[in-house]
């Protein structure tokens, strides 16, 4: 019987081939499942173990199955499949309006920050544009400032405004120029001066006191008509001092009432480069009277017009003599008088 059951034994433990295929084939098919799932090793290791107990005795008379590895049988093999599929493994939402929502918020914000970039770039080009256009508008203002001025001075040029710079550059040379010759003359004249010990001055001194004590009322203007000299006589004619005289209006009335008409008598003198005659009825500090007024244009040594003579006689005694004799001569005779 000991043998029959050893032979049972051995029979069983012959049969034991497909089962254990299917077991090592279940654990193959499983083995990622049972290396996440402690519990499913743990019951199928119990499971096992309660196998090889019951076939204890005829593995140790097989000493060729010592180093037989443990079999794992994991039941039908789908089983164990869908009881860890019925389990989750992983935590996934199932709010697909949040993730949209996630989503588009995302997209909200980069389409905001996008609108941000874009509007201070358009912005700063408006910013630029603004700067660029005041910019060009002082240049033009100022390239009309020079145009003008150009003109004043009597320099001819184009409009446009390469014109405008290269003449300005050139004027503002000439006038350089100008300026250091101006000083070099007067360094010279200083030198002159110094060097003759003021003896040119002491030769001026009796015609400046014939001038000035001249019964002659006679007053000495430059070419744009601003005081130079005004003799005794003069002042007395008009009632006017000097410092009232540089008034260009008051000296003006001096010649003639009509200040217009005082201008024209000066310009028609400086043009003429003669001595220009006439009778006005001039303005003075108490009244108007009626005088002789005569322009003389005078010359430096170089012959250039430099200043002008004003000589003003008033007609009131020379009416007095036209009373006195205008009943014994001719109106002619008076008139050749006057």
């Known amino acids: 019987m000991d043998k029959g059951s050893h032979n049972g034994a051995g029979g069983d433990f012959h049969m034991m081939p497909p ?8 654990t193959s098919h499983h083995s990622a499942l049972t290396s996440h799932h402690p519990s499913t090793s743990h019951h199928t290791s119990h499971h096992s173990s309660s196998h090889h107990g019951h076939h204890g005795g005829g593995m140790n008379h097989h000493g060729d199955f010592d180093h037989e590895p443990l079999v794992l049988n994991n039941g039908p093999p789908h089983h164990n499949f869908y009881q860890h599929m019925n389990q989750p493994m992983l935590h996934v939402s199932t709010d697909f309006s949040n993730v949209q929502g996630m989503s588009s918020m995302h997209n909200g914000s ?24 005041k910019r060009m508008f002082k240049l033009n203002e100022t390239i009309h400032t020079l145009k003008k001025s150009l003109d004043d001075a009597g320099v001819s040029c184009k409009k446009n405004k ?8 050139h004027y503002i040379s000439m006038l350089r120029n100008d ?3 101006a000083k070099q003359k007067a360094e010279h004249a200083e030198r002159m001066l110094h060097s003759s010990g003021g003896s040119q001055s002491k030769g ?12 002659t009322p006679t007053l000495i203007m430059s070419m744009d008509i601003q005081v130079i000299r005004a003799n005794k006589a003069f002042r007395e004619v ?6 009232a005289l540089k008034n260009k209006d008051t000296l003006l009335s001096c010649l003639s009432a009509d200040i217009s008409r005082a201008r024209t008598l000066v310009h028609n003198a400086i043009d003429s480069r003669k001595t220009l005659r006439t009778v006005v009825q001039n ?32 007609l009131e005694e020379e009416q007095q003599q036209y009373d006195m004799l205008k009943e014994d001569v001719t109106l002619d005779e008076v008139s050749n008088l006057v």
Not at 19 to 26: E, G, I, L, R, W
Not at 110 to 133: A, V
Not at 238 to 243: A, F, L, S, W
Not at 298 to 304: E, H, I, R, V
């Open 162 to 169: 390469q014109s405008i710079l290269d003449n300005t550059a």
């Open 283 to 314: 303005a003075i500090s108490n009244g108007r009277v009626t005088s002789s007024l005569s322009l003389t244009l005078l010359f430096d040594p170089q012959g250039n017009p430099e200043c002008l003579e004003c000589v003003l006689v008033p």
């Open 19 to 26: 089962h254990h295929t299917t077991s090592h084939h279940s």
């Open 179 to 181: 300026l250091i010759i």
């Open 238 to 243: 008009t009632g006017y001092n000097e410092d």
């Open 204 to 215: 001026y001194a009796p015609f400046e006191r014939y001038f000035e004590f001249s019964s």
């Open 110 to 133: 980069d389409d905001m920050d996008d609108n941000k970039s874009m509007n201070g770039q358009k912005r700063s080009r408006e910013e630029l544009n603004q700067k660029e256009k």
